[in-house]
């Protein structure tokens, strides 16, 4: 059984997620965070198998999220929920990928697509 964390700032999109990944039967979704600060708390308290991550939250951001969690506890994957690539909505994200590309997340999730880090 593979446990998950939710974390997105947007209640709907954390329900959506959710509902997706309770269809299948190995998968367990343990919490739902609204933030960084909470997705921090949470990833040391209930030590999910994967973090479903959001980039962009107010206060701390899901990049200083996951430094955060794979600094302090390091059993937690994170998979990085990327903004759609359309121009706007795409240069939050770049900005934070020319500061640390990887940031310690396991993969990027984008378009509907599971693009792979290849740091290990």
Not at 17 to 31: A, D, I, N, S, Y
Not at 72 to 92: D, K, M, N, T
């Amino acid at each position: 059984m593979t446990t998950v964390l939710i974390v997105d700032d947007h209640v709907l999109q954390r329900f959506g997620f959710r509902m997706l990944l309770e269809q299948h039967p190995g998968l367990t979704v343990v919490g739902e965070a609204a933030h960084g600060t909470e997705a921090v708390r949470k990833a040391a308290a209930l030590r999910p198998d994967v973090v479903l991550m959001d980039v962009r939250m107010p206060g701390m951001d899901g990049i200083e999220a996951t430094r955060r969690i794979i600094e302090s506890e390091g059993r937690s994957r994170v998979l990085v929920e990327a903004p759609p690539r359309q121009q706007e909505a795409a240069e939050p994200f770049d900005d934070h990928e020319r500061e640390d590309p990887h940031a310690g997340r396991s993969a990027a999730l984008a378009a509907q697509e599971v693009i792979p880090d290849d740091t290990g």
